[in-house]
């Protein structure tokens, strides 16, 4: 079960992409997808692709894992004339060992518990 279904919101579609092409069309990293399986998640295949220009116009949150990527979605959002983009960093583990991919985890599950939390307050808020 998700963070979101384990707190009763609906209707969100959670998807990932890169800001370069590198990895396009391939599955996670393996490393990745260990820590995910240790830590009682059960990914499936995953099919890597690229953030354009056109994917701030069917999204309604963006969030970077660093800065260097908050910096290039800040550059394909001035193509796209439509600035969108949150903050905190996350390492890449790429080059780690597996503890890298663990911690990551960490930090996006602590990161996903505070936009479940603001998810939730929203949907329990009246509308102004």
């Not at 599955?27 to 692709?49: I, T």
């Not at 969108?84 to 060992?97: K, L, Q, R, T």
């Amino acid at each position: 079960m998700s963070m979101l279904s384990a707190a009763g919101i609906s209707g969100v579609e959670v998807d990932s992409a890169g800001t370069g092409d590198w990895h396009a069309g391939d599955d996670m990293d393996r490393r990745a997808r260990a820590a995910l399986v240790a830590h009682g998640y059960r990914p499936p295949r995953h099919m890597a692709k690229q953030f354009t220009v056109a994917d701030f116009a069917s999204r309604d949150l963006i969030v970077a894992l660093d800065r260097g990527h908050e910096a290039r979605l800040m550059h394909i959002a001035e193509l796209a004339d439509d600035p969108s983009a949150d903050e905190p960093d996350v390492p890449d583990p790429y080059y780690d060992g597996p503890d890298g991919f663990i911690e990551v985890l960490r930090q996006i599950e602590r990161a996903c518990a505070g936009l479940r939390d603001r998810l939730a307050q929203q949907a329990c808020s009246p509308p102004l």
